[in-house]
């Protein structure tokens, strides 16, 4: 076995200086989010500005330290590191102080908190792919999917109790790790399925639905086999999704909390909100349209500057990209995340260690989750459901579980010409 003479043997550099160049691009958006004529200094740390700075230097220091320990510890410690996040899900159930609603953070004296469900996907992902690569495991059997879905079902259900909604949607971005894995297509044709059928539902009404159902169950078996297996499955899905629609009613006005309810009509024009839940994603609209193609500047950002669009340096960081930087600048970022996206794949795809092969999906489906639903909602794509983007956003938690998902995975492709299990 091939011994290593430096944390720095067979680092993935591209990953390395995309962290750096998002964390950076990050931290002065975030001071330009913040920034008013009367600020002192950078080192401000009563500013988020300030305080960032001090979680991305601490990040640092984490990705170092990860970097450090032996590749073989993130398998070994697999499970442990599952069953310490779950116990600080519940735990944080009972002394948690609530934040915006949702009671998921704990307080460490006046100026420190922290929030476990940002690392529960880093321990989701990792006790997946040890699971999975363990010896004798087959993905085909029935009991390993059940365990698996029940790995990934349970800190979305304990942040769902948090009342995270936002949060606990981000798991299921493994259905596309399951999806490399063998499981088969036609279980994300039926999340995209359930999906189409609440939006139309919302739409229109139940019994449009299932017309709209009907109409397309009878056109698929006029185009296939005009047999009574071939009716009985269609006419069966039709049955299923008619009833799925009747059940949205049900799940929007006992399930879904009011702002959530009156979020989903909002963005799909059923109401019309400005001035209430629809304020933010309004004011973000203007602020990004109105940096057109090149921007208006560094800190020259009108609605940032006058403070119209509230979370401007958690949730809707994006569209200080896109007033200050315009157009040219909003393409770097998603130019910049696909990068990172396609570098994770690759360098997933290259590993001998299915472990690694695992866990580089996990790491790829989180961001590319929160990439794409942060920056759909900032410009009225999706309903605010509350995540960060990652390495851009303001927020000591989800810069640290971020940063540990990420060189996680750097240290263990360092380790690709081995079998890590």
């Known amino acids: 076995m091939r011994k290593q003479n430096s944390i720095?043997?067979?680092?993935?550099?591209?990953?390395?200086?995309?962290?750096?160049?998002?964390?950076?691009?990050?931290?002065?958006?975030?001071?330009?989010?913040?920034?008013?004529?009367?600020?002192?200094?950078?080192?401000?740390?009563?500013?988020?500005y300030g305080k960032q700075l001090i979680w991305i230097g601490s990040s640092i220091f984490i990705a170092a330290v990860i970097l450090l320990i032996d590749g073989k510890f993130y398998t070994i410690s697999a499970y442990p590191v599952y069953g310490l996040v779950m116990l600080l899900l519940i735990l944080v159930l009972v002394f948690g102080r609530e934040v915006s609603g949702s009671k998921s953070w704990f307080e460490i004296g006046s100026n420190f908190r922290i929030q476990p469900a940002e690392f529960g996907k880093f321990a989701t992902a990792l006790v997946v792919a040890k699971y999975l690569s363990t010896m004798n495991i087959k993905f085909e059997d029935n009991k390993t999917k059940l365990i698996t879905a029940a790995?990934?079902?349970?800190?979305?259900?304990?942040?769902?109790?948090?009342?995270?909604?936002?949060?606990?949607?981000?798991?299921?971005?493994?259905?596309?790790?399951?999806?490399?894995?063998?499981?088969?297509?036609?279980?994300?044709?039926?999340?995209?399925?359930?999906?189409?059928?609440?939006?139309?539902?919302?739409?229109?009404?139940?019994?449009?639905?299932?017309?709209?159902?009907?109409?397309?169950?009878?056109?698929?078996?006029?185009?296939?086999?005009?047999?009574?297996?071939?009716?009985?499955?269609?006419?069966?899905?039709?049955?299923?999704?008619?009833?799925?629609?009747?059940?949205?009613?049900?799940?929007?006005?006992?399930?879904?909390?009011?702002?959530?309810?009156?979020?989903?009509?909002?963005?799909?024009?059923?109401e019309d909100d400005p001035k209430g839940v629809g304020y933010n994603v309004n004011?973000?609209?203007?602020?990004?349209?109105?940096?057109?193609?090149?921007?208006?500047?560094?800190?020259?950002?009108?609605?940032?500057?006058?403070?119209?669009v509230p979370e401007q340096s958690t949730d809707f960081i994006f569209c200080t990209v896109g007033e200050e930087w315009g157009f040219m600048g909003a393409f770097v970022v998603i130019v910049l995340f696909l990068f990172l996206l396609v570098r994770i794949i690759y360098v997933a795809e290259r590993q001998k260690s299915t472990f690694t092969r695992i866990y580089g999906y996990g790491v790829a489906s989180i961001l590319f989750f929160h990439f794409a639903v942060n920056i759909a909602m900032t410009i009225g794509l999706a309903p605010v459901i509350g995540i960060p983007l990652p390495f851009f956003s303001y927020g000591?938690?989800?810069?640290?579980?971020?940063?540990?998902?990420?060189?996680?995975?750097?240290?263990?492709?360092?380790?690709?010409?081995?079998?890590?299990?």
Request: glycine fraction near 10%; charged fraction near 15%; avoid cysteine.
């Open 8 to 48: 720095f043997d067979n680092i993935d550099w591209v990953m390395v200086s995309i962290f750096l160049v998002m964390i950076f691009l990050g931290w002065i958006s975030i001071y330009a989010a913040v920034y008013n004529e009367e600020h002192k200094s950078i080192l401000d740390t009563s500013e988020n």
């Open 151 to 270: 790995f990934i079902a349970t800190p979305a259900l304990l942040i769902l109790l948090q009342n995270d909604t936002g949060s606990a949607l981000v798991y299921g971005a493994f259905l596309f790790v399951l999806y490399r894995e063998g499981l088969s297509g036609n279980f994300l044709m039926a999340g995209v399925a359930v999906v189409l059928v609440f939006i139309v539902t919302l739409l229109f009404d139940p019994k449009t639905m299932m017309w709209i159902v009907g109409v397309i169950a009878f056109l698929i078996f006029i185009a296939g086999k005009r047999n009574w297996k071939n009716a009985l499955l269609i006419g069966g899905t039709a049955v299923v999704f008619s009833g799925m629609s009747y059940s949205v009613g049900y799940v929007v006005d006992n399930v879904l909390e009011i702002h959530q309810k009156t979020r989903i009509n909002v963005m799909l024009g059923k």
């Open 283 to 308: 004011q973000s609209k203007i602020a990004i349209g109105s940096g057109g193609f090149s921007g208006k500047g560094f800190l020259n950002g009108t609605q940032t500057k006058y403070k119209f």
């Open 396 to 421: 000591g938690s989800s810069l640290w579980a971020f940063t540990i998902l990420l060189f996680v995975f750097i240290k263990l492709d360092a380790y690709r010409m081995q079998l890590l299990r």
